[in-house]
T-cell receptor
Framework: DAGITQSPRHKVTETGTPVTLRCHQT?????MYWYRQDPGHGLRLIHY???????DKGEVSDGYSVSRSKTEDFLLTLESATSSQTSVYFC?????????????FGPGTRLLVL | AQSVTQLDSQVPVFEEAPVELRCNYS??????LFWYVQYPNQGLQLLLK??????LVKGINGFEAEFNKSQTSFHLRKPSVHISDTAEYFC???????????FGPGTSLSVIP
């Protein structure tokens, strides 16, 4: 199994509070991704990173920010959580970001915004 | 825009029966095709992928998929399912002109004893 951990695994928070999710990898892969998974929508890309301090937006980036200060860590921040951000968040990694590459996923973080 | 369709959101099937999970995509250029599986309370893992060559692709756990370019489909099949195949299955598409992979909405396979 690829070495990908996510923390926390579960979180309950209140509307308007900031939340940070962490993804940590031990594979030294260049690309890292944050997805959200919602019923009927599958996985939707929030943000991704192609190197330290190099990030870009995905299709559902509004309300989210990311940072990558080290190769192994990719942080997702909800600046002011809303109920619509209740979801399961997955981190994924790939070696060089090529579309034919396999992505390896972490175990997910369940976030409930009350 | 590129899209992936999985028409069946839920598929119940009896143990040891065959199953087919359907996937269609929209693209006018060459694509790479994937099936990922998500077991309960876990992340996704690769089941199989098509990059080029033979249109019949074999994956883990006895699954296979066939790429049909004319029908823009990549259906997943297994001749005899087991209880342990109960999971969510996602079809995904990547293409060279777009560096992100697009995931379908998923199909929930429930194997009934």
């Amino acid at each position: 199994d690829a070495g990908i951990t996510q923390s926390p695994r579960h979180k309950v928070t209140e509307t308007g509070t900031p939340v940070t999710l962490r993804c940590h990898q031990t594979e030294n892969h260049r690309y890292m991704y944050w997805y959200r998974q919602d019923p009927g929508h599958g996985l939707r890309l929030i943000h991704y990173s192609y190197g330290v301090k190099d990030t870009d937006k995905g299709e559902v980036s509004d309300g989210y920010s990311v940072s990558r200060s080290k190769t192994e860590d990719f942080l997702l921040t909800l600046e002011s959580a809303t109920s619509s951000q209740t979801s399961v968040y997955f981190c994924a990694i790939s070696e060089s970001g090529q579309p034919q590459e396999t992505q390896y996923f972490g175990p997910g973080t369940r976030l409930l915004v009350l | 825009a590129q899209s992936v369709t999985q028409l069946d959101s839920q598929v119940p099937v009896f143990e040891e029966a065959p199953v087919e999970l359907r996937c269609n995509y929209s693209s006018s250029v060459s694509v790479y095709l994937f099936w990922y599986v998500q077991y309960p309370n876990q992340g996704l893992q690769l089941l199989l992928k098509y990059l080029s060559g033979s249109t019949l692709v074999k994956g883990i756990n006895g699954f296979e998929a066939e790429f049909n370019k004319s029908q823009t489909s990549f259906h997943l099949r297994k001749p005899s399912v087991h209880i342990s195949d109960t999971a969510e299955y996602f079809c995904a598409v990547g293409k060279t002109s777009y560096d992100k992979v697009i995931f379908g909405p998923g199909t929930s396979l429930s194997v009934i004893p």
